[in-house]
C-alpha cells in the first residue's frame, strides 16, 4: 500500500507516493497528462515486491502537489528541477532512476540531461526522446494544423479558460471519454482526426462502457476526485511552455543522453504516428546509451496502465541489468 510523503523542492512542495524498503534503491516515477501518481499503481507494487524504493511523484499542479498559478511555473527548466529535487530529496548523495510517461517521459528525458549526476538512468514510456526542433513545437502545429482549418489539441489548450472549463465540467466524464478514444480498446477512428479549429477537446469523444479491461470505476472515481480538488489549470499550463522550453532546450550545449535508457511504446499509441519514419531509429543518434526499445502490439497510449504485466517485466528486467 502506498504512503505518501511531502517533498519541499525547487520552492514548493510535492506529494510522493512511495511503497518498498526504505534502503531500496530508488526507481522515481513521473506522470503524463491528464494522470497523477495513481498511474503507476501497479509499477509500485511491483517494484516494490522485487526490492526497489519505488516512487511516484505528483507533478506540479496536480493532486496534492502544490499548484503555482502562473504559466511560466510549469516550463521545462522548472519542473526538471522539481524532479532532480525529489530525487535529492528521497535519496541523498546517489544517483536515481527516472521513469516517465506521456508528457512524464519528456520530463524524465530533461532530467536525465540536464541533471546526469542526479539520475544513473532514464526510462521513457510514448514519448520518444527527440532534441528541439528548428523552432517550437507550438509553431510547427499551428502551421500543419491550424492554418489548414485543422482541430490540434496543443493549440486548443493554449487559451486560458475555456479548456480549464470544459474539462472540469465533469472530471470523471472528461476522464472517461479522453482515456477510452486514445487507449489500445479504441476502434480506429474513434479520436476523430478531422476536426476543425474551433472545436474542443471532448467534441466527438464518445462515452465508453465501462469498466475497461484496465480501467475501472473506482479507478475513474480517483482521479475524478484528484482533478475535482485540484482542477485543470496546472496540467494545461505544461502545454502552455512551449516557447519557453524550446529557448531553454536549444541553449545546452549537448543533446544526447548517455546514461542507460529505455523506451516502451504502444502499436496503437497515436503518439508514434506523430513522428515521421521510425521513431525507435530517430532516437538512437540522442540516446547512445539505449538498451532496448519496446513496442505492445495494440497498446494504446496508456502503457503501464493498458499493459502492467508486461510493462513491470521489462523495467524490471532493464533494472536488474542496470
Wanted: proline share 8%.
Amino acid at each position: 500500500m502506498a504512503r505518501f510523503k511531502m517533498v519541499e523542492t525547487n520552492g514548493i512542495k510535492l506529494r510522493v507516493a512511495l511503497e518498498g524498503p526504505e534502503d531500496g534503491p530508488l526507481v522515481l516515477f513521473v506522470h503524463g497528462f491528464p494522470e497523477s501518481w495513481y498511474s503507476w499503481r501497479h509499477q509500485l507494487r511491483a517494484l516494490a515486491g522485487a526490492g526497489y524504493r519505488a516512487a511516484a511523484v505528483d507533478v506540479r499542479g496536480y493532486g496534492g502537489s502544490d499548484k503555482p498559478h502562473a504559466v511560466e511555473a510549469y516550463d521545462m527548466e522548472t519542473i526538471t528541477a522539481d524532479i532532480a529535487g525529489v530525487a535529492a530529496a528521497l535519496q541523498p548523495g546517489a544517483p536515481c532512476v527516472v521513469v516517465g510517461h506521456d508528457w512524464g517521459a519528456p520530463i524524465a528525458w530533461n532530467s536525465a540531461l540536464v541533471h546526469p549526476d542526479q539520475f544513473r538512468a532514464v526510462a521513457g514510456l510514448s514519448v520518444p526522446y527527440m532534441p528541439p526542433g528548428d523552432k517550437p513545437a507550438i509553431q510547427s502545429f499551428r502551421d500543419f494544423f491550424t492554418a489548414r482549418g485543422m482541430f490540434f489539441y496543443q493549440v486548443y489548450f493554449q487559451d486560458q479558460g475555456p479548456p480549464e472549463e470544459e474539462l472540469e465540467a465533469d472530471p470523471a466524464a472528461s476522464i472517461r471519454r479522453f482515456y477510452y478514444a486514445i487507449s489500445g480498446d479504441a476502434p480506429e477512428g474513434t479520436w476523430p482526426k478531422h476536426k476543425k479549429h474551433g472545436d474542443t477537446l471532448l467534441h466527438r469523444l464518445p462515452e465508453p462502457d465501462m469498466p475497461l479491461p484496465w480501467l475501472s470505476e473506482e479507478d475513474v472515481a480517483y482521479y475524478a476526485s484528484e482533478f475535482r480538488a485540484s482542477g485543470f489549470r496546472g496540467p494545461l499550463n505544461r502545454y502552455r511552455n512551449h516557447e519557453r522550453d524550446h529557448a531553454f532546450l536549444t541553449s545546452l550545449e549537448d543533446h544526447r543522453i548517455h546514461q542507460p535508457s529505455l523506451f516502451i511504446g504502444g502499436t496503437r499509441d497515436l503518439v508514434l504516428a506523430m513522428f515521421r519514419g521510425d521513431p525507435v531509429e530517430a532516437m538512437k543518434p540522442w540516446l547512445p546509451g539505449l538498451k532496448s526499445a519496446h513496442l505492445l502490439e495494440g497498446c494504446g497510449h496508456w502503457t503501464q496502465q493498458e499493459r502492467p504485466d508486461e510493462v513491470n517485466t521489462i523495467l524490471l528486467g532493464w533494472l536488474n541489468s542496470l
